[in-house]
């Protein structure tokens, strides 16, 4: 089965800590992996994540993927209240126009 | 710049009638498509559009219909609404059908079924 894991499913950190959100799947066929941060309304776009190795930073996120051990992760640095969300990630297999989603990781960070 | 356009926000049903969630974008996007947010689930791929006049089913498709009869527009159809359709349903669209881009979301609309 072509499933999104993601982990932990839940996290509280206080500011200023690091956290590291993890995102495996299961089958190698690949096309790209993307970061989404969801708070009250719509996910909103972080990364998208087509070769391995390369890391793409925004700030204080970045997102690296592994397509040897199919897995990305997301590292927040110093992270602030602001940061309090669900980080949801999604692959899109090879030949298909399906994006599959992982259920999330809801990260709330304490003041 | 409106991008992806949900309509209506908010909607309660009674068991066995019928709706649509409207979803239009304006970004001139081939590829639209549907899910539905539940607790614990993540986001399930309902229906999907590479563009005008092509469809087909995601993950969850029972109890939903989708048309697309131009590039704007990728309307929801739920033919007899059930409770377990009682969902958070998000319309997306991307650029290309081919490259795996980004997908942009609309707002959301929640659906309660009574």
């Known amino acids: 089965e072509d499933k999104v894991v993601q982990s932990p499913l839940s996290l509280v950190v206080h500011e200023g800590d690091t956290v590291t959100l993890n995102c495996s799947y299961e089958v190698t066929n690949f096309r790209s992996l993307l970061w989404y941060k969801q708070e009250k309304k719509a996910p909103t776009f972080l990364f998208m994540l087509t070769s391995s190795g390369i890391e793409k930073k925004s700030g204080r996120l970045s997102s690296i993927l592994d397509k040897k051990e199919l897995f990305s992760i997301l590292n927040i640095t110093a992270t602030q209240t602001g940061d309090s969300a669900v980080y949801l990630c999604?692959?899109?297999?090879?030949?298909?126009?399906?994006?599959?989603f992982g259920t999330g990781t809801r990260l709330k960070v304490l003041a | 710049n409106a991008g992806v356009t949900q309509t209506p926000k908010f909607q309660v049903l009674k068991t066995g009638q019928s709706m649509t969630l409207q979803c239009a974008q304006d970004m001139n996007h081939e590829y639209m498509s549907w899910y539905r947010q539940d607790p614990g689930m993540g986001l399930r791929l309902i229906h999907y559009s590479v563009g005008a006049g092509i469809t087909d089913q995601g993950e969850v498709p029972n109890g939903y219909n989708v048309s697309r009869s131009t590039t704007e527009d990728f309307p929801l159809r739920l033919l007899s609404a059930a409770p377990s359709q009682t969902s958070v349903y998000f319309c997306?669209?991307?650029?290309?059908?081919?490259?795996?881009?980004?997908?942009?979301f609309g707002e959301g609309s929640r659906l309660t079924v009574l």
């Open positions: 999604a692959r899109r297999p090879s030949g298909t126009y399906k994006y599959i």
């Open positions: 997306a669209s991307s650029q290309g059908r081919v490259e795996a881009g980004e997908l942009f």
